[in-house]
């Protein structure tokens, strides 16, 4: 169980609420050492409990999608190497090359979920964006939409419509990103059909280097999507999933006000989360961890 890295060779970045970041110049290119812990966060509570084989989960799931992905868009991928790392970190790391990140987060919703689905009770509505009235929970959209927010460093995501996303990184550059976004969740959506995965929704995060957009950070991983079992989809209530649902469920039914500090896990359901984002991986690869 990896909860938290220290290295003394290179800088730390950042230590996000799942990764630890370090950086350094290698002949000439400025790059990023991704490093997956086992933490786990729930509504933007960082755990103190952590989940056996996530980090290494993320990574891999991540590297898989970078790949399938590429005739798409370019990533800001390197290298896997961890030659002269702690043997922790294989497997739960990677290089990648520092992009200029845009500050929005890139959403596709093809199903009507989550704070979806509680706006559409209120209003009719996702993130602002008119559906057909008589839509049920987890029922799929008419067709997938964009739903883009902005990044917290603290606290939820904001979900924001398009127009604002525009004023904050170009009209333009908007539009790019959507257009991509919805590309890359088809083409994601449509492979894991067929490894009998439903992708609800997702985000992704893209950035500039050398002035091209790239994809970068997580891609499509149990932590930044719903992954649905497509043998027990039925639209009309919440439904099983490979993601970190379980953790939520278990949470709610604590007296929890979801404030630091979080409570922590029991065993059995560290352990039934572990399996789950396993399973996940072994699906969607074909290939255990």
Avoid at 173 to 193: H, I, V
Wanted: with cysteine; net charge negative.
């Amino acid at each position: 169980m990896v909860l938290e890295t220290n290295l003394a060779q290179y800088p730390l970045v950042a230590r996000g609420k799942v990764r630890d970041v370090y950086g350094d110049v290698f002949e000439g290119v400025e790059r990023l050492l991704f490093v997956a812990t086992d933490r786990i966060s729930a509504f933007d509570c960082i755990l103190p409990t952590g989940i056996p084989d996530k980090g290494r989960v993320l990574t891999q799931i991540t590297r898989f999608w970078l790949d399938f992905l590429r005739a798409i868009v370019p990533n800001h991928y390197l290298s896997d190497d961890t030659t002269g790392l702690p043997a922790e970190f294989a497997g739960r790391s990677m290089w990648v090359r520092r992009a200029e990140m845009y500050p929005v987060e890139c959403v596709a919703r093809g199903y009507l979920s989550g704070s979806g689905w509680k706006e559409y009770r209120e209003a009719g509505t996702v993130c602002g964006i008119a559906l057909p009235h008589g839509l049920r929970e987890s029922e799929a959209l008419p067709e997938p939409i964009f739903t883009p927010a902005t990044k917290a460093q603290s606290g939820h995501d904001e979900n924001i419509s398009f127009e604002r996303a525009g004023a904050i990184v170009g009209a333009e550059t908007a539009a790019r990103l959507r257009d991509l976004t919805l590309a890359l969740y088809r083409a994601a959506s449509e492979y894991a059909r067929t490894r009998g995965i439903i992708i609800a929704d997702t985000k992704f995060e893209f950035g500039l280097i050398d002035e091209q957009i790239v994809l970068a950070d997580e891609v499509l991983t149990p932590d930044s999507s719903r992954f649905w079992p497509a043998d027990q989809y039925r639209p009309g209530g919440p439904q099983p999933s490979y993601d970190k649902q379980y953790v939520r469920d278990y949470l709610e039914s604590l007296h929890w006000n979801k404030q630091p500090p979080a409570p922590p896990l029991p065993s059995e359901v560290a352990r039934k989360t572990s399996e789950k984002y396993k399973e996940a991986y072994r699906v969607l690869t074909g290939r255990g961890l």
